[in-house]
């Protein structure tokens, strides 16, 4: 299975930036080349803080710039998000029984999660017990596969100065409620902290970010106010399959200098 990842796309208003860039541009060239390149791909997953302020009219910008994509698109709330304008512009995209952004796919390689961490008026993220039942359900129904699960806010400490206080704010029961689920999980991906990151948890559950679409944080762990920065557009590819689970950046732009040699053997 290929599936396209993309996260915090930050749209505005089209003409308007964020941090003095423009998340329009960027997801569009974005857009545009998965189109190109991955029109074999099975689903596009964009991990949330899909629009800056939550406007119902970036929410219909967004709807444009997907509207070419050729395979299943799955959407997540983040922190930027509002739920009704979001609601409102995807009235058709899944939701659990409480309205919440959530829903699973299962495929020949495991159940996927797709996971609802957003709270109003809050830049950390929730997972609480009415989306913990729904969670309960969605484990209990997944076969004997390893389940691959998308959110919004890290479930994990990731160690980032800037996103102590606002990461997901569960006490852990999220990441435990996963470890204790019997067949596995394959990976947590997750968006939020703007920059490329993977890891382990203590549990044993492999994890990764991917790195925001359009503005990013210059790295430093230890900063409290880290720096924005431009750059292409980004997304990434990942690969679950016979070979287990793999990410892959890709970045939009890039010039080609000289073609590498085909090698023939060991």
């Known amino acids: 299975m290929k599936i ?51 406007d119902a009219e970036a929410y219909a910008l967004l709807r444009d710039i997907l509207a070419p994509v050729p395979f299943p698109v799955r959407l997540m709330l983040g922190n930027h998000d509002r ?3 979001f609601i409102a512009a995807f009235p058709d995209h899944p939701q659990d029984g409480n309205g919440y952004i959530q829903s699973f796919m299962d495929t020949d390689h495991g159940r996927l999660l797709f996971l609802d961490t957003h709270a109003e008026g809050m830049s950390g993220g929730v997972y609480d017990a009415p989306r913990l039942d729904w969670l309960e359900m969605a484990l209990a129904g997944a076969g004997a596969l ?69 503005h990013r944080f210059i790295t430093d762990i230890d900063l409290p106010d880290p720096w924005w920065t431009d750059g292409n557009a980004v997304y990434r590819i990942l690969m679950i399959d016979d070979l287990g689970f793999r990410a892959f950046g890709a970045e939009v732009g890039e010039r080609p200098m000289t073609r590498a040699r085909i090698c023939a053997g060991p």
């Open 4 to 54: 396209i990842h993309l996260t915090d796309t930050h749209l505005m208003p089209s003409g308007i930036l964020a941090n003095g860039i423009d998340p329009e541009q960027k997801l569009r060239s974005a857009i545009t080349d998965i189109c190109a390149r991955h029109s074999d791909a099975d689903l596009l997953v964009i991990t949330g803080d899909l629009c800056n302020h939550g």
């Open 146 to 214: 390893p389940v691959t699960v998308f959110l919004h806010h890290p479930p994990v400490n990731d160690g980032i100065r800037h996103f102590r206080n606002i990461s997901l704010h569960d006490d852990g029961a999220l990441l435990s409620r996963l470890a204790a689920h019997p067949a596995g999980v394959r990976h947590v991906i997750f968006g939020h902290i703007h920059m490329p990151m993977v890891g382990t948890s203590p549990e044993g559950i492999p994890y990764s970010s991917g790195q925001s679409c359009t």
């Open 83 to 85: 739920r009704p304008e």
